[in-house]
C-alpha cells in the first residue's frame, strides 16, 4: 500500500500510478478528499517498497501480510472513510452495514409461469432480491442442468423472463455463471453475477466477473478454509471490482453428518470473516442444509451471528421443483422467516434506553 501524503498533487499521484505500471504491476487508486492510498497489485518479490517511499507526494508504504489485501479490514482502516467500504449498492437495495438483505427465488428457473410466480411470493413476504438459477451446477450428468444448457436463444430467453420478473417487482435479480463463456451474456441481463461454490477456485472465471464490474455472490466452496476463501475473492478485487458479497453456504460433513444434513453450517466463519475484511457476508441456509425444516433456525441463527443477509431457495410447490425442492420453502414460510429475522436484528441492534 503507498499512502500518498494530505498535501500530494493529481500529478503526484498519477506519477506513482504510472511507475507502478512502468515496472508492470497494477495500481488500485482508493481516493479521498484528503488523503489517497494506491494498492500496488502484483507479484510481491517483485516490489521495492523503498523505491516508491522516495517518489515525491509519498508519505509512507506498507506492506498488507495477509494474501487478501485490497479486500481486508487494514486496507479499509487506511481509507479516509472505512464505513463506505462493504456497503455495496444495487439498485436500490444496500448490502451490508445495516438490516439484512433477503435473496429469495427458486433453484432452477423452470418456466415463465413458474418464476412470476415465485417472485411476486418472494416480493410480498419481504425479499428484496430475485434469485433464479438458469446455469445449474449438477454432480449428475443426466439431471437437469438448468435452461441455458439448452441453445443461445433458449438461455437468453430464460435470463428475460428473470428480467422481467425483477422489473415486474421491483429486485435486483442474480444468477450463477458457471463458466467464463456465459459471463458477457449473464452481464446483459442481471444485476448480480453468482459465482458457484464448486468454481470458487477457478481463476479465469474470477478474473472475468472482476472485470464485469457488476456486483458479484462469491460462494464459499464446501472444503476451502477461510483464508483460502478470502484469498480467492481477491481475484476479483485486483480487477478493480470490490463490489463483492461474499456468501457462507456449508463445509463438508464429517462421520454420518451427510444423512443429517447436506453441509454442516459454519456459522462461526460470520464473525470470523467479518474481523478480517470490510466485504459484508451473506448466509444460504439452504444449501447448507438441504432441509426445508432446518431453515427457519438456521436463518434466525445467521442473522443473530452478523450476517448481512440470507439466500433461500423458495418455491411455490417445492414438492415439484425440478431442482432442491427438499430444501425450498414456500412462500408463506418466507414469510415467517423474514419476520423473525427481522425482530432479531432488531433486538440485537436495539439502542439501550435513554441513548
Ligand atoms: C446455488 O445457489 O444455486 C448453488 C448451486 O449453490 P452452491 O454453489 O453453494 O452449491
Ligand atoms: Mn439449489
Known amino acids: 500500500m503507498i499512502i500518498m501524503s494530505s498535501e500530494a498533487t493529481k500529478e503526484q ?74 456497503v455495496i449498492e444495487v439498485r436500490d437495495v444496500k ?72 422489473d415486474k417487482y421491483e429486485m435486483p435479480v442474480i444468477t450463477e455463471a458457471r463458466g467464463e463463456s456465459q459471463i458477457d451474456l449473464i452481464a446483459e441481463y442481471v444485476d448480480i453475477i453468482q459465482i458457484g461454490a464448486r468454481n470458487m477456485y477457478d481463476q479465469d472465471l474470477l478474473g472475468k466477473v472482476g472485470r464485469t464490474g457488476k456486483p458479484v455472490v462469491f460462494k464459499r466452496h464446501f472444503g476451502a478454509g477461510i483464508e483460502e476463501f478470502l484469498s480467492f475473492a481477491e481475484y476479483i478485487a485486483v480487477e478493480g471490482n470490490r463490489n463483492i458479497i461474499l456468501c457462507e453456504r456449508g463445509i463438508i460433513p464429517i462421520g454420518k453428518g451427510k444423512s443429517f444434513t447436506r453441509y454442516t453450517l459454519d456459522l462461526a466463519s460470520v464473525p470470523a470473516i467479518e474481523k478480517e475484511t470490510y466485504l459484508p457476508i451473506i448466509v444460504d441456509p439452504s444449501h447448507a442444509t438441504g432441509r426445508r425444516d432446518l431453515i427457519f433456525s438456521m436463518s434466525c441463527a445467521a442473522v443473530a451471528a452478523g450476517a448481512s443477509g440470507l439466500m433461500i431457495e423458495t418455491h411455490h410447490n417445492p414438492a415439484e421443483a425440478l431442482v432442491d425442492g427438499p430444501q425450498s420453502v414456500t412462500p408463506d414460510e418466507l414469510k415467517d422467516i423474514i419476520d423473525a429475522c427481522r425482530r432479531i436484528y432488531k433486538e440485537i441492534h436495539r439502542k439501550p434506553a435513554g441513548k
Open 13 to 86: 499521484i498519477e506519477n506513482v500510478i504510472n511507475e507502478i505500471k512502468r515496472l508492470r504491476l497494477k495500481a488500485d487508486l482508493s481516493r479521498g478528499d484528503f488523503r489517497s492510498v494506491i494498492g500496488v497489485v502484483g507479484d510481491e518479490r517483485k516490489i521495492d517498497f523503498s523505491h516508491f517511499e522516495a517518489l515525491p507526494g509519498v508519505k509512507e508504504t506498507l506492506r498488507i501480510e495477509t494474501p487478501y489485501k485490497l479486500i481486508s479490514r487494514e486496507f479499509s482502516r487506511l481509507s479516509e472513510d472505512p464505513a463506505k467500504h462493504g
Open 95 to 166: 448490502i451490508g452495514g445495516g438490516e439484512p438483505v433477503f435473496i429469495a427465488g427458486p433453484c432452477a428457473v423452470e418456466n415463465k409461469g413458474q418464476l412470476l410466480k415465485i417472485a411476486e411470493g418472494a416480493k410480498k413476504a419481504g425479499a428484496q432480491i430475485l434469485r433464479g438459477g438458469i446455469f445449474k451446477p449438477r454432480s449428475s450428468a443426466y439431471s437437469f442442468q438448468g435452461l441455458g444448457s439448452g441453445s443461445q436463444e433458449e438461455a437468453q430467453e430464460a435470463l428475460s423472463w428473470l428480467r422481467e420478473a425483477g
